[in-house]
């Protein structure tokens, strides 16, 4: 897993805190350490705060996560569906 203490400069996806969480766990699974912007107000209250522009979050990581996150995340984007 790559240190917690890289600069979170790259961002993999943009979307509600539901998404990015689950997008979360996918980075989680493959060892890339993940933020979530916005996380704690977004999970305060999701029927207030979904109609304010904090329901939309941004998940980062490291340079170095970069290129293989945003792969992750387009492999799961174009699965397709359990039946």
Known sequence: MTNQNTSFQV????????QASLMRQLLSEHDIYSFVSNELLSSIDP???????????????????GERALELIEEYNNSAPLE
């Open 11 to 18: 961002e993999v996806f943009s979307g509600e805190f539901w």
């Open 47 to 65: 029927v207030i705060i979904s109609t304010t522009v904090v329901s939309h979050v941004t998940l980062k990581v490291s340079q170095a996560d």
